[in-house]
């Protein structure tokens, strides 16, 4: 159900019509409601095996849902069962639908050890089970006001550091994550974390949540994705082990405004648990073959209060994650428009008979409307990148040098990584290039300053190709 649900959003993610859009609301709530049946059946069989006083049944049932041998894990998860407590008034069920997705959890390497982790720092402490009315499951000290603060690393967080890294990332949230897994401080633990007290764990009473986070493909691209419900109980329990070792993150260093796009991360506790923990969700994610998460507010989803996804939100949301990550989408619609820039100027000052070439006309002809989606630009960009191969293989004597250059630069042209992006706006603008951007808006406006001032150069001999400098030293 979860592959189901995560085609869907690949799809719209790719291709964000009012077609896919539809398809996805029509069936997310639906898949929803098919794995809240799921847990409630296995909450139920939680429920027969805390009541099973025979071992070798309770070792055969965890043998068969780990798949493996449970000697190591079932030790554990029978402690951890023997310590949960309810909060006032809350039902049975809680309990059983958090061992259930505890369970589960322990089926994958990085959940196994987050388990291994939270049992060894448990000691006499409770696990209180509570609800919340709607939203994902929380979970933290059960006295928040009195034992956080003894959660707390000692050490701060140093802005100035973090907005150089942010800068050398170039304002890339993806790669300032990567820089911190190299350049993070170890974290302070604080002495007086032996006083914490019971932790707690709030689970959803109206089972109506479907999250959807929206994470990076290994192709650097933005995609809207969900993930087992087990997983955000994963995450939860992360704030707990870190709590308990003392090393939680602190409350005064929160990312502000200030901190330009590092708001989206929240703070360096949300930092640790979804990027930099060996049992981070990005570790998770690895495991299970699922995007890497961008940051704490890449986040929507179905719950009580949202019972359909918002198509506006959605799309503002793709191109914002997007612009703030590696900015294929963008760089990709980029390379269309400077294509097509280039096809609708004057060609006579560049061919022998004054006459735009026909290969040229072809390729203006196709971008005439410029496609918008992931989809649609990727499939123009491929049309282009043909028609201009065919125009390059048929010889003629009568073509100038400019528009032979021209074929070949777009022939070539590679558009499905940041890097291969990047060469192939180089290629336009600076290792082929004689003409001048149209002075009319808003052709001009897609080309930066460096790469106007290079065309404007190069556009002073008009005669012939003028191949731009690739090093000051050339």
Not at 212 to 226: F, I, R, W
């Amino acid at each position: 159900m979860i592959r189901q649900a995560n085609t869907l959003l690949a799809n719209y993610s790719n291709d964000a019509t009012d077609v896919n859009f539809n398809l996805l609301n029509q069936a997310l709530p639906g898949i929803r409601d098919k794995i809240t049946e799921q847990t409630e059946l296995q909450a139920g069989i939680m429920c027969e095996y805390a009541a099973c006083g025979t071992e070798a049944v309770r070792k055969a049932f965890l043998d068969t849902v780990l798949a493996k041998d449970s000697s190591e894990m079932r030790p554990l998860f029978d402690q951890l069962l023997s310590q949960i407590t309810l909060g006032e008034g809350v039902d049975e069920k809680f309990k059983h639908r958090f061992l259930a997705s505890v369970l589960q959890s322990s089926k994958f390497a990085t959940g196994a050890g987050r388990v291994k982790e939270l049992v060894g720092l448990l000691g006499e402490r409770k696990v209180v089970i509570d609800k919340l009315t709607y939203g994902g499951p929380k979970a933290g000290l059960e006295d928040f006001d009195t034992d956080n603060p003894k959660s707390e690393k000692l050490n701060a967080r140093d802005p100035s550091a973090d907005a150089k890294l942010l800068k050398e990332a170039g304002g890339n949230l993806a790669e300032f994550v990567k820089a911190k897994r190299g350049t993070e401080a170890a974290r302070v633990e604080n002495p007086k974390k032996t006083e914490i007290r019971n932790v707690t764990v709030l689970m959803d009473s109206s089972q109506q949540l479907l999250p959807v986070y929206y994470g990076l493909t290994p192709q650097k691209q933005v995609q809207a994705y969900t993930s087992p419900m087990f997983t955000a109980v994963h995450h939860e329990l992360g704030h707990v082990v870190n709590a308990l070792k003392g090393k939680g993150g602190r409350k005064a260093d929160k990312y502000t405004a200030d901190d330009d796009d590092l708001l989206f991360l929240t703070d360096e506790e949300e930092l640790e648990n979804i990027s930099l923990d060996r049992y981070s969700d990005k570790a998770f994610t690895d495991e299970i073959g699922l995007p890497e998460r961008i940051a704490h507010h890449a986040f929507t989803g179905l719950d009580a209060a949202t019972p359909q996804l918002n198509q506006d939100f959605m799309k503002q949301d793709l191109q914002r994650w997007d612009e703030r990550t590696y900015k294929v989408d963008e760089k990709r619609l980029g390379l269309l428009r400077k294509i097509k820039s280039l096809v609708n100027q004057d060609w006579s000052p560049y061919t022998l008979n004054g006459v735009r070439p026909a290969g040229v006309t072809r390729i203006a002809n196709a971008l005439a409307a410029l496609q918008t989606t992931r989809k649609g630009v990727l499939q123009q960009l491929n049309a282009v990148r043909q028609l201009a191969l065919g125009s390059h293989g048929q010889l003629s004597v009568a073509r100038s040098k400019t528009t032979s250059k021209f074929y070949e630069v777009v022939a070539t042209m590679k558009f499905n990584t940041p890097e291969e992006l990047a060469a192939a706006h180089d290629a336009l603008a600076i290792a082929w290039s004689p003409m001048s951007p149209a002075k009319e808006a808003p052709k001009l406006s897609h080309w930066t300053p460096e790469e106007a001032r290079r065309v404007e150069i190069s556009s002073k001999d008009k005669s012939k190709l003028t191949e731009f400098p690739r090093s000051p030293a050339d």
